[in-house]
């Protein structure tokens, strides 16, 4: 279970350092777009990776 908060906390962070880059974006800064995007793509596999890691717990909580 640490490890889903682990991994959730990481999410977090990651989200919050867009916040400002996704402000920059909207005002015409097209740097912060690129940012932005490559960001959101790491996000979008971090949450893939919670995901197959929160199945994964919840299968060996049933086996035992």
């Known amino acids: 279970m ?3 908060l682990d991994r959730w ?3 977090k ?3 919050e350092t867009l916040e400002l880059d996704v402000h920059k974006n909207a005002t015409g800064n097209a740097s ?3 940012r932005v995007r490559k960001g ?3 996000l ?3 949450v893939g990776d919670l995901v197959k890691l ?3 717990e919840d299968k060996s909580k049933k086996q035992k």
């Open 2 to 4: 640490s490890d889903i």
């Open 9 to 11: 906390s990481e999410i």
């Open 13 to 15: 962070v990651l989200v």
């Open 32 to 34: 912060a777009g690129v």
């Open 40 to 42: 959101l793509r790491a």
């Open 44 to 46: 979008k596999k971090d």
């Open 54 to 56: 929160s199945i994964e």
